[in-house]
C-alpha cells in the first residue's frame, strides 16, 4: 500500500488556466434548464438596485427640505411643506418594501435554481465518471474523484447559495448610485470615483491571489482525500503492520499543507474586507472634508452634503458585498475548473455511433433464445456460438511497455480453455481486453467473427459473466446483488442459486434471500461473496464464461459443490479459466501458458506433459508441494 500520493508540481491551475469567460460558458448549458426562474431573478434585482440608490437621495431631500435649501426639488417647494415631507416618506417606505421583499424573494429563487444546478452537475459527473475506461481509474485516485465529486461541486453550488450571483446587482447598484451622484453634484461624485478605481485595482489584486491558493488549497484536500480513503480501505493492513503512528505523522503532513494553503485564502479574503473597511471612512471623511469646505462657501447645501455622506457609504458597500461574492465566485470557477476537469476527461472505449452488428443479430434475436437453444440442445449438438478470437494483439498499460506480445489464437465455441503461467504472465490482462476495459494497442479481438470495437459495451458484456477471485458486493441484499437491477423474477434468482448449488448457503443467512448485505460485503466471508458471484454469473445465462482464479478462496468441500455445479453450468458455453492450481484444470480442452505476455505452449494436459516444458515445470513443482 503506498500512502505517499504523487504532488503535481504543475497542476492544471498552472497548466491551462482557462480564462474566466470559458469557464462561465460551461454553466450555460446547465443555466439554460432554468433560464425564466434565472432571468426573473436577475430582473428582481433591478428594483432592489434602484431603490438602494434612491434612498440618499430622499433622505437629502427631506434635509433640504426642512432646511428649506436651494437644492430642494422644484415640485416640492411648490406644494405644503406637510405634503412634500409626506411625498418623500411614502417614497422612502415603498424603496424599504421593496428592498425587503424583493431581496428575500430573489435569493430564495437563485438559491433554488443554484441546488438544481448542481444536482444536475452532480449527475453529470457521476455518469461520466461511471463511464470512463480503467485506465482513467488507475491513474487517478479515489479520494480525488471524490472530492471532485462532492466538495468541488458543492463550492459551485454556494455560489448559488450565498446569492453571489447578486454581483449583477451590486455593479447595478454601483452604477446607479455613480449615476445619481453626478446628476446631484459633480464635484463630490468624481472625488468618490477617483476613489474608487484604485480600490477595484487592489482588490482584483487580492482576488487573483486567492484564486491561486484557493486552487491549490482545493488540490491539496484532494490528496488529503485520498490518504483518508486509502487507510480507511485498508485498514486492516494499517493496523496488521502497525502503519498507524506512520500514517498518521503522512496525514499530519499532508493536513499542514492543507491549512498552509487555507491560511492564504483567508488572509487574502481578509485582505479584501478589511481595504474595503478603512477605505470606505476615509472616503466618508474625504466627503465631508471637501463637502464641508463647499458648505462653508456656500457652494453646496447640507441635506446634498448628507446625501453624499450615504453615498460614500453606499458605494463602498455593494463593493464590499462585491468583494465577498466575488471570494466565492471565485471559488465557484476553481471548482469548474476542476469539474471541468474531470468532465473533459475523454471516454476512450466508446460505442460506435452506429453499431454495426450485433451478437445477437448474429443467429437468434435474444440472448435468452441462444441460451434456451443450447439448453435444449446442448447435450446433443456441438454449440455454433461463443467464438473468441484473438489477432495478433499486442498491448501495454504503458506506452511501448508490452504485457501482451503478439496474443494470435482462436477459442471455438464451446471449448473450455485454461490460462496459466507465473505471476504477472498476462492472463488477467487478457480477460481485461476481452471485456474491452482497456483496448489493444494493436491487432484485434473478434467474438463470433465481430471485431468487439463494434458491438455495443453493453451487449458485449451481456454475452459473457465474469467471475473474479474477489467478488464485489454492494449494499442491499442477497437478491439484489444477484439481479444487479436486471429485473430478473425472484423465481428466477432462486433457480439460479440451486444451479450453482448455493440456494442452501443463502437459506442459512439471518433473513435468506432478503438478508441486507453491508457496503463491500464485509458481514460475509470470502468464500461466500464468491458463491454470491457464482449465482450473479448463473442467472445471466452468458454465452462466454470467464473464471478468473474464482474458487480459490473456497473450501475443500465448497469447491466440490461449485465445482459440479460449474460442470453443469459450463455445458455450450465457452469458458475461460484462469487458475494457479494446475490440478483444477487437467480436464479442459486445451492449456495455453503464457509467459511475459507471450503464448509459449499449448495443447491438453498430457500433451503439455509430454512436451516437457514450462507446463511440465509447473505441474511437476506442484505436485512435490503436495
Ligand atoms: N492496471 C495496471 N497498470 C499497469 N500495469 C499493470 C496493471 N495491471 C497489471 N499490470 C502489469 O501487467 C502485467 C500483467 O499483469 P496481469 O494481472 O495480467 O498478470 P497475471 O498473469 O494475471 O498475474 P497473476 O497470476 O498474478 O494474477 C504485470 O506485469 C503487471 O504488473
Known amino acids: 500500500m503506498s500512502i505517499s500520493i504523487p504532488r503535481k508540481k504543475s497542476h492544471s491551475g498552472y497548466r491551462r488556466r482557462e480564462n474566466d469567460w470559458r469557464l462561465f460558458l460551461r454553466l450555460l448549458p446547465y443555466a439554460r434548464r432554468h433560464v425564466r426562474s434565472l432571468t426573473l431573478s436577475i430582473l428582481l434585482l433591478v428594483p432592489v438596485a434602484v431603490s438602494n440608490a434612491v434612498q440618499p437621495l430622499l433622505i437629502g431631500q427631506v434635509i433640504s427640505l426642512i432646511r428649506k435649501e436651494p437644492s430642494t426639488y422644484e415640485f416640492l417647494r411648490n406644494i405644503p411643506f406637510w405634503q412634500a415631507l409626506q411625498f418623500l416618506e411614502v417614497l422612502l417606505v415603498i424603496t424599504v418594501i421593496i428592498r425587503l421583499i424583493f431581496t428575500g424573494f430573489q435569493g430564495y429563487l437563485v438559491q433554488k435554481v443554484g441546488q438544481q444546478i448542481t444536482a444536475d452537475i452532480r449527475q453529470d459527473l457521476f455518469h461520466h465518471v461511471t463511464s470512463l475506461a480503467v485506465r482513467f481509474f488507475d491513474r487517478t485516485p479515489v479520494g480525488k474523484i471524490i472530492t471532485r465529486l462532492t466538495s468541488d461541486v458543492e463550492v459551485l453550488g454556494d455560489v448559488f447559495a450565498t446569492g453571489a450571483i447578486g454581483i449583477v446587482s451590486d455593479l447595478f447598484s454601483m452604477l446607479m448610485i455613480v449615476g445619481f451622484m453626478f446628476s446631484i453634484q459633480w464635484q463630490l461624485a468624481l472625488l468618490l470615483l477617483v476613489m474608487l478605481i484604485p480600490v477595484s485595482a487592489l482588490i482584483i489584486y487580492f482576488q487573483q491571489q486567492y484564486r491561486k491558493a484557493n486552487y491549490k488549497a482545493r488540490e491539496e484536500l484532494s490528496i488529503l482525500n ?83 455622506v450615504l453615498y460614500a457609504e ?16 471565485q471559488s465557484g470557477f476553481t471548482a469548474i475548473e476542476r469539474v471541468s476537469d474531470v468532465l473533459d476527461e475523454p471516454i476512450e472505449i466508446r460505442d460506435r455511433a452506429n453499431p454495426r452488428v450485433s451478437v445477437f443479430d448474429v443467429q437468434f434475436g435474444y440472448i435468452d433464445e441462444i441460451v434456451e437453444h443450447l439448453e435444449s440442445e446442448a447435450e446433443h449438438s456441438k454449440p455454433q456460438l461463443g467464438e473468441i478470437k484473438f489477432e495478433h494483439v499486442w498491448f501495454g498499460y504503458k506506452e511501448d511497455d508490452y504485457v501482451i506480445k503478439d496474443l494470435d489464437f482462436t477459442i471455438h465455441p464451446g471449448e473450455k480453455v485454461a490460462l496459466v503461467g507465473p505471476t504477472g504472465a498476462g492472463k ?18 473478434l467474438v463470433d467473427g465481430i471485431d468487439i470495437r463494434e458491438l455495443p459495451q453493453a451487449e458485449l458484456r451481456r454475452y459473457m459473466a465474469v467471475i473474479l477471485q474477489e467478488g464485489f458486493l454492494f449494499a442491499g441484499d442477497v ?32 433473513q435468506g434471500y432478503n438478508t441486507q448485505l453491508r457496503e463491500r460485503g464485509t458481514n460475509l466471508s470470502s468464500g461466500q461473496k464468491q458463491l454470491l458471484a457464482f449465482a450473479r454469473a448463473a442467472i445471466r445465462n452468458p454465452q462466454i464464461l470467464v473464471l478468473d482464479e474464482a474458487t480459490a478462496s473456497l473450501d475443500v468441500g465448497t469447491e466440490a459443490l461449485i465445482q459440479e455445479a460449474l460442470n453443469k453450468l459450463l455445458i455450450g458455453r465457452t469458458a475461460i479459466i484462469i487458475a494457479h492450481r494446475l490440478s483444477t484444470i487437467r480436464n479442459v480442452d486445451r492449456i495455453f501458458v503464457l509467459k511475459r505476455g507471450e503464448l509459449i505452449e499449448q495443447g ?23
Open 226 to 308: 485520498s490518504q483518508l480513503q486509502e487507510n480507511i480501505v485498508g485498514i486492516n493492513v494499517v493496523q496488521l503492520f502497525r502503519r498507524e503512528k506512520f500514517n498518521a505523522e503522512l496525514f499530519r503532513k499532508t493536513n499542514t499543507r492543507y491549512v498552509k494553503e487555507v491560511d492564504k485564502t483567508i488572509f487574502h479574503d481578509t485582505a479584501v474586507s478589511a481595504t474595503l473597511e478603512w477605505v470606505s471612512l476615509v472616503a466618508i471623511a474625504a466627503v465631508l472634508w471637501i463637502g464641508g469646505y463647499l458648505l462653508l462657501q456656500n457652494n453646496l447645501t447640507f441635506g446634498t452634503l448628507s446625501s453624499f
Open 314 to 329: 453606499r458605494l463602498f458597500q455593494p463593493l464590499q458585498q462585491f468583494a465577498e461574492k466575488f471570494t466565492v465566485i
Open 428 to 445: 488477467t490482462t487478457i480477460i481485461r481486453l476481452l471485456c474491452r476495459l482497456y483496448e489493444p494497442s494493436q491487432g484485434r479481438i
Open 479 to 510: 437478491k439484489s446483488n444477484i439481479t444487479l437491477a436486471d429485473g430478473y423474477s425472484f423465481e428466477e434468482v432462486q433457480q439460479a442459486a440451486e444451479k450453482t448449488n448455493i440456494a442452501q448457503f443463502i437459506e442459512q443467512l439471518p
Open 604 to 626: 491438453n494436459h498430457e500433451q503439455l506433459l509430454q512436451l516437457g516444458g514450462l507446463y511440465a515445470t509447473l505441474h511437476n513443482l506442484q505436485m512435490l508441494g503436495n
